[in-house]
């Protein structure tokens, strides 16, 4: 009786965190205009479509907030604007530390793009950026570093898929489906963004 062949089974490619001395690094090296998209990546836990699809409207300067509902999607005829399922879990209004708010473009037009760019340019510049700094990670995983710290700094999971937008079954994180307490969300806010501030030095070029 011949044996019968064992195909090893497939796993899940697991997509690994940067470091923080990798995330430093791209800060340092980041041209001006990449440096806060690729803030909003790495502490906002922003998409790349999420980004390119802010508008100056999404942006509370005030109270240091980005709301996320809209995406940039590629189609046939090129990038469109679409607003996001509210359903989905990834309509959500981000806190972050007053000087990555800061470094977000301005314009008298609520309606304009924070950045005017597509998902395509972001992957661009930040290939360049990447290798000019020796670093194999993508930029996709700057979400996942997000979730990391945040993890490492014992932020209760519910509240890091808050952050994140991640859904019910994700690869990240599996969904917690019990209210998260306003006051216990302004204190892992509050931890996580004092994290940001006093650990990496983010500034303008020039």
Request: one cysteine or more.
């Amino acid at each position: 009786v011949m044996a019968t062949k064992k195909h090893p089974q497939k796993r899940a490619k697991k997509v690994l965190a940067p470091d923080v001395q990798d995330v430093q690094r791209l800060l340092d090296n980041a041209p001006e205009d990449l440096l806060p998209i690729l803030c909003l990546a790495a502490f906002g836990s922003l998409r790349r479509g999420e980004i390119a699809a802010l508008k100056q409207m999404d942006i509370s300067r005030d109270m240091n907030t980005v709301t996320v509902h809209a995406d940039m999607v590629k189609t046939d005829d090129g990038y469109v604007y679409k607003d996001l399922p509210k359903t989905a879990g990834s309509v959500r209004t981000i806190e972050l530390p007053k000087n990555i708010i800061g470094l977000l473009p301005v314009s008298d037009d609520p309606g304009s793009y924070v950045f005017g760019v597509n998902p395509n340019m972001i992957s661009h510049k930040y290939d360049i950026l990447k290798k000019r700094c020796g670093i194999s990670t993508t930029f996709h995983s700057l979400r996942h570093f997000a979730a990391s710290f945040r993890s490492d700094l014992g932020v209760p999971r519910k509240y890091i898929e808050e952050v994140g937008g991640w859904r019910e079954g994700s690869r990240v994180m599996v969904e917690v489906y019990d209210n998260a307490l306003t006051s216990t969300r302004k204190k892992y806010t509050q931890m996580t963004n004092k994290y940001i501030e006093e650990t990496f030095k983010i500034k303008r070029s020039g």
